[in-house]
């Protein structure tokens, strides 16, 4: 699911089909999924970033249909992970 996409065109297929499609996951397809965002100083900034992911980066159609960002958390000293994902079980 991490590199899937959503491929729907009225004319070829109808109103009522869309295609989910899934891209080989290379290394180099995978980075520009999932992001180093660097280091946070505070747990706080991890919610601020998260806010930012959703209103610049969130997985949109027709695809990726996922997106992640890992941090360092200074305070904490320990790794976060920020996704994003979207369901082809909704209509578009």
Known sequence: MLSSFI???DAALGDDLALQVTVDQ???FLEKL???KGTLETVSDLARLTVDM??????KYPGP????????IEETQCA???H???S???YL
Do not use: R
């Open 80 to 82: 976060a992970l920020i």
């Open 65 to 72: 249909l996922f997106h992640a960002w890992i941090v360092y």
């Open 54 to 59: 959703m209103q610049v980066q969130g997985a």
């Open 7 to 9: 491929l729907w065109d």
């Open 84 to 86: 994003n994902g979207k």
């Open 26 to 28: 290379t290394p180099a």
């Open 34 to 36: 999932i992001e180093d």
């Open 88 to 90: 082809c079980d909704c």
